[in-house]
C-alpha cells in the first residue's frame, strides 16, 4: 500500500526541484524589462503546470493499478509471535500453514499468501497423484484393509490420473495384484486412469539405515520395522517424482483425493510436507517428564496454544523441496536426531510420526497442517486417564473426508455418529 505513495513523493519531490532550480537560475534576471520578465514568469508557470499535471496522471494511474490488482495485505501485530494478513476483496484465498480454516478470523489468515482463486493454484503441481503404500508381509486382514483403502479412494477420485506405488516384496505383490478388489481397480470403468507399480523394499531400506542409527527411537514392537521409518528419506527413494501423498492401508476414502492433492497449493516456502495433528494425548502422554521439568506445556499440548504431535496416516510430500531445504536435511541427520530426543527427553515408539513430531516442536515451519478432515482418526487409547483432556485433542468439526481407523477401530464407530456411508 506504501509503493504508490513513495512514488508519487518522488515525482513531487523531484518536480519541486526542478521549478526551483529553474527559479534559482534565473533569478539575476528578474530585474529586467517587464516584457522579458513576464515572458520569464510565463515560461515558469508552464513548467509548473506541466509538472502538476504529471503528477496528476501518475497519481490515476496508481490508484487504478492499485484498484485492479489488490492492495497489499494489511499485516497486524498478533500476540502468537505470528503474522495476521487481512486479504483484500479481489484476492478472499488465503494459503499457508495458518489460514481462515484455522483460525477464528474469517477472511484473515497467518503467515500466508493471499490469492485470487482457489482453483488457479493446481497448476503448480503435477496432475499426476502418487500414492505410496507401505506393503510389507501383509496378512489376509491386512490385503482386505488395502484392497478396500485402495478401492474407496478410486471410487471417489476425480483426479486425471492415479498411480498407486506400494513398496512391498514380491510375494505381497503378487497377491495384491490377483485379488478381486484390485482386478476391480485396475480394469474399473472409473473418472481416473488407474495405474499400479511396486516399488522393490529391499532397494529402497538402505535409504533408511543410517537415519536409524541415531537410536533415540524404540528397538522393539511392531514401528520398530525399518519401512516405518522410511518417508523421511523418501526425496531418495523416489529422485524422479515431485510430490507423493503417502498412505496407511487402514484408511477409508468418502472424499476426492484431488481436494487433498491440492492441499500442496496451500503450501508456503518453507513447507516440505504436510500432516494433520495427533487427535488424542498421545505425546501429551509421553512428554510427561520434560513437561515436569521445563513447566512448558506446549510440545504435545493441545493446538492452538501447544502442538500435539502429528499423525502419519496421511502425508503430502513435496519431494523437490525435501531435497532442496538444507535444514531439513540437516536436522534428520542422527546426531541432530538424537540432540533434539536428549532435549526432550523424548523415546518414540510410533516410527515416523515421532521423529515428525520431535520436528514439529523445534521447527513448525516444516509443516503444513492438514484440516483433521483428511485424517479423522478413530483411535481412543488415551481417552482412559486423560478423560477431562480428551476432547480438546479429538474435536473434528469439519466434515469428514478420510477415515483412519487406526488402533484397528472400526469405520462404523465413526459412521454412526457422522451418519457417513462406508
Known amino acids: 500500500c506504501l509503493s504508490p505513495l513513495l512514488l508519487l513523493l518522488v515525482l513531487n519531490s523531484f518536480c519541486c526541484s526542478y521549478v526551483l532550480l529553474f527559479f534559482c537560475s534565473d533569478h539575476r534576471n528578474l530585474c529586467q524589462p517587464r516584457q522579458q520578465l513576464n ?24 490508484a487504478t493499478a492499485t484498484l485492479a490488482h489488490g492492495s497489499a495485505s494489511e499485516c497486524l501485530a498478533h500476540p502468537q509471535d505470528s503474522t495476521l494478513c487481512t486479504c483484500p476483496n479481489e484476492k478472499p ?23 485470487q482463486a482457489p482453483a488457479a493454484l493446481t497448476s503448480r503441481v503435477d496432475p499426476t497423484v502418487n500414492v505410496v503404500l507401505i506393503m510389507s508381509q501383509l496378512n489376509a486382514d491386512g490385503l482386505r484393509k488395502a484392497c478396500h ?5 478410486t471410487l471417489h477420485s476425480t483426479a486425471k490420473t492415479l498411480q498407486f506405488l506400494p513398496i512391498t516384496e514380491e510375494e505381497t505383490w503378487s497377491q495384491l495384484r490377483s485379488s478381486a478388489c484390485i482386478q476391480r481397480v485396475l480394469n474399473g470403468n472409473h473418472t481416473s486412469v488407474v495405474n499400479m507399480k511396486r516399488v522393490d523394499m ?18 522393539s514392537g511392531y514401528y520398530s520395522k525399518e519401512l516405518f521409518m522410511l518417508s523421511p528419506v523418501y526425496h531418495h527413494v523416489f529422485p524422479d517424482l515431485n510430490h ?36 488424542q494425548p498421545t505425546y501429551w502422554h509421553i512428554m510427561y517428564k ?14 492452538p496454544s501447544g502442538f500435539p504431535g502429528v499423525n502419519s496416516g496421511v502425508m503430502l510430500m513435496d519431494l523437490n523441496k525435501m531435497r532442496s531445504n538444507r535444514q531439513y536435511n540437516q536436522l534428520i541427520k542422527p546426531d541432530n536426531v538424537r540432540s533434539i ?18 520436528l514439529g516442536f523445534t ?60
Open 202 to 219: 529391499e532397494a529402497a531400506l538402505p535409504h533408511v539405515r543410517k537415519l536409524l542409527d541415531s537410536g533415540s527411537f524404540q528397538t
Open 39 to 62: 515572458t520569464q514568469l510565463d515560461s515558469m508557470s508552464r513548467r509548473i503546470g506541466l509538472c502538476a499535471l504529471i503528477a496528476l496522471v501518475f497519481t490515476v494511474l496508481l
Open 244 to 279: 507423493i501423498v503417502v498412505l496407511d492401508i487402514d484408511l477409508l476414502f468418502v472424499g476426492d483425493i484431488k481436494e487433498l492433492w491440492d492441499q500442496f497449493d496451500r503450501f508456503v516456502d518453507t513447507n516440505v510436507m504436510a500432516l494433520a495433528f495427533e487427535q
Open 341 to 358: 530426543s536428549e532435549q526432550y527427553q523424548f523415546q518414540g515408539h510410533l516410527g515416523d510420526q515421532d521423529m515428525y513430531t520431535l
Open 149 to 153: 483403502m485402495i478401492e474407496s479412494l
Open 363 to 422: 521447527t513448525p515451519k516444516l509443516f503444513h497442517i492438514l484440516p483433521c478432515q483428511w485424517n479423522r482418526q478413530l483411535c481412543r487409547f488415551w481417552e482412559v486417564g486423560y478423560e477431562s483432556l480428551f476432547p480438546q485433542f479429538f474435536a473434528c468439526p469439519e466434515p469428514t473426508k478420510v477415515i483412519h481407523g487406526n488402533c484397528n477401530t472400526p469405520f462404523s464407530k465413526l459412521a454412526e455418529a457422522q451418519k457417513v456411508t462406508v
Open 93 to 115: 484465498f488465503c494459503r499457508g500453514s495458518y489460514c481462515s480454516e484455522f483460525n477464528d478470523y474469517p477472511n484473515h489468515c497467518f503467515d500466508c499468501e493471499c490469492t
Open 290 to 303: 520434560y513437561r515436569a521439568k521445563t513447566k512448558d506445556e506446549y510440545p504435545g499440548g493441545a493446538a
